[in-house]
C-alpha cells in the first residue's frame, strides 16, 4: 500500500538546524512531489512548500524562503526537509505527504505520521 | 492569517445533516479547485475530497463537496460519530504562488 513513514522526533537549540525525512513506498517515486506541511500546537495547518520528485524543482512558501530546502533521493525513496535558523515558533507537527499534481487540481494523499519538533533552550 | 475562513466549529446530532462553508477569493477558490482534509484527534490529516467534489476510495458517501464562484462547502450527511474530527479545506492561491488551508473547522456530535 502507498505509505510515508516519517523521522523521528527532534529537540532542537534556536538557531540550530532539522532534517527531517520521508520515506516512500508502494508507488513509483518520480511519478508524484512530496509537500511538506507543519502544524504548531492547537493551530491549523500550514503549507510549507514542495518538491517535484522528477526533476528536482521546488516551490516553498514566501515566509520560508532563505531558511528551508527540500531535496529528495530516488535510490532510497527518500523525502527530506531540512529547516535552518530555528525559532520557537518552529515548534510544530511536520508533515510529509505525497502531492499529486494536474492542470488546476493539486492535492495531497496519503500523509506520513508526522515528526515533532521543538524548539527549545 | 489564513487566506480561506471557515467557521471554528460545527455540531449537530448522529444522522443530522452537518455543513461546512470555506470561504476563498478570485485567486484560489475562484479559480483553482478545492480539496478537504479529516484530521482525526491526534492522527495526521487525511484526504477526504479532492478537485472540489471527487472522493477517494474509502471515503464514505455521506461526505460530499461543491463548489460555487469563490466559496466551497463540504456536507456531512447523516452525522456519525466517528466523524468528529477538524476538517480543513484547502486550494492554491495564484496571488501567493503557493497553496493554503482554510482555518479548520472543529465537528462534533452531540
Known amino acids: 500500500q502507498v505509505q510515508l513513514v516519517q523521522s523521528g522526533g527532534e529537540v532542537k537549540k534556536p538557531g540550530a538546524s532539522v532534517k527531517v525525512s520521508c520515506k516512500a513506498s508502494?508507488?513509483?517515486?518520480?511519478?508524484?512531489?512530496i509537500t511538506w506541511v507543519r502544524q504548531a500546537p492547537g493551530q491549523g495547518l500550514e503549507w510549507m512548500g514542495w518538491?517535484?520528485?522528477?526533476?528536482?524543482?521546488?516551490d516553498y512558501a514566501q515566509k520560508f524562503q532563505g531558511r528551508i530546502t527540500m531535496t529528495t533521493d530516488t535510490s532510497t525513496t527518500t523525502a527530506y526537509m531540512e529547516l535552518r535558523s530555528l525559532r520557537s515558533d518552529d515548534t510544530a507537527v511536520y508533515y510529509c505527504?505525497?502531492?499529486?499534481?494536474?492542470?488546476?487540481?493539486?492535492?495531497?494523499?496519503?500523509w506520513g505520521q508526522g515528526t515533532l519538533v521543538a524548539v527549545s533552550s | 492569517q489564513s487566506v480561506l475562513t471557515q467557521p471554528p466549529s460545527a455540531s449537530g446530532t448522529p444522522g443530522q445533516r452537518v455543513t461546512i462553508s470555506c470561504s476563498g477569493s478570485s485567486s484560489n477558490i475562484g479559480i483553482n479547485t478545492v480539496n478537504w482534509y479529516q484530521q482525526l484527534p491526534g492522527t495526521a490529516p487525511r484526504l477526504l475530497i479532492y478537485?472540489?467534489?471527487q472522493r477517494p476510495s474509502g471515503v464514505p458517501d455521506r461526505f460530499s463537496g461543491s463548489k460555487s464562484g469563490t466559496s466551497a462547502s463540504l456536507t456531512i450527511s447523516g452525522l456519525q460519530s466517528e466523524d468528529e474530527a477538524d476538517y480543513y479545506c484547502a486550494a492554491w492561491d495564484d496571488s501567493l504562488n503557493g497553496y493554503v488551508f482554510g482555518t479548520g473547522t472543529k465537528v462534533t456530535a452531540l
Open positions: 518538491i517535484s520528485v522528477y526533476n528536482g524543482n521546488t
Open positions: 478537485s472540489d467534489n
Open positions: 508502494g508507488y513509483p517515486f518520480t511519478n508524484y512531489g
Open positions: 505527504a505525497r502531492h499529486i499534481y494536474g492542470g488546476i487540481s493539486d492535492w495531497f494523499d496519503p
